[in-house]
């Protein structure tokens, strides 16, 4: 089965830029989505389709895939935006469609 | 709003049954599947299965097929998950979504707790 592979945490200061990274093979060949989850609450999504921002999320949520890592970039962090982060695929190459979650980033703002 | 409102947390023991349920408005609910998604504590995502309520076709992930029943009943748009006797491993936070290839938006979780 498929395997997106993230690490478990970012450490970054206010205002400077973190990147959250997701490891799949040839992963660039899929659409990935990143979802938000804050401590005692439901995820919610920030990133869809590679790059695409849902309503309402801030401009500084952007996202990237390319051959086998898929970034999630957030700019001049928050103290908000602590949260753990978790990328997702759908994998196509399994006798039936299969969702894959990675095992989520935990993103510290120090 | 497009919503999705879970039942609430439960307490149960080991060999008891539970179905837990999951409400959609604001949406045509037979119109988009309605995913289960399971959270250990401490730990991450992982899809249990997923129901489409326009015909009842389900998927289930292999790591849960025969372990739980999804189903839906679109006259009152609502998705369950049912067990039909816990362990104590079933222990979680479990959330439902709306899904066609993205997960949103997700219900506010419903935590079952299974202890002796």
């Known amino acids: 089965s498929y395997v997106l592979t993230q690490p478990p945490s970012v450490s970054v200061a206010p205002g400077q830029t973190a990147r959250l990274t997701c490891g799949g093979n040839?992963?660039?060949?899929?659409?990935v989505h990143w979802y938000q989850q804050k401590p005692g609450q439901a995820p919610v999504l920030v990133v869809s389709?590679?790059?695409d921002r849902p309503s309402g999320i801030p401009e500084r949520f952007s996202g990237s895939n390319s051959g086998h890592t898929a970034t999630l970039t957030i700019s001049r962090v928050e103290a908000g935006d602590e949260a753990d982060y978790y990328c997702?695929?759908?994998?196509?190459?399994?006798?039936?469609?299969?969702?894959?979650f990675g095992g989520g980033t935990k993103l510290t703002v120090l | 709003e497009v919503q999705l409102v879970q039942s609430g947390a439960e307490v149960k023991k080991p060999g008891e049954s539970l179905n837990i349920s999951c409400k959609g408005s604001?949406?045509?609910?037979?119109?988009?599947?309605i995913a289960w998604v399971r959270q250990m504590p401490g730990k991450g995502l992982e899809w249990m299965g997923s129901?489409?309520?326009?015909?009842?076709?389900?998927k289930y992930s292999p790591s849960f097929q025969g372990q739980v029943t999804i189903s839906a009943d679109k006259s009152i748009s609502t998705a369950y998950l049912q067990w039909v006797s816990l362990k104590a491993s079933d222990s979680a936070m479990y959330y439902c979504?709306?899904?066609?290839?993205?997960?949103?938006?997700w219900g506010q979780g419903t935590l079952v707790t299974v202890s002796s």
């Open positions: 979504a709306r899904h066609e290839d993205i997960f949103d938006p």
């Open positions: 604001g949406y045509s609910f037979t119109n988009y599947w």
């Open positions: 129901v489409y309520p326009g015909d009842s076709d389900t």
């Open positions: 040839n992963i660039g060949a899929n659409s």
């Open positions: 389709d590679n790059s």
């Open positions: 997702q695929v759908w994998d196509t190459e399994s006798d039936h469609p299969d969702v894959v």
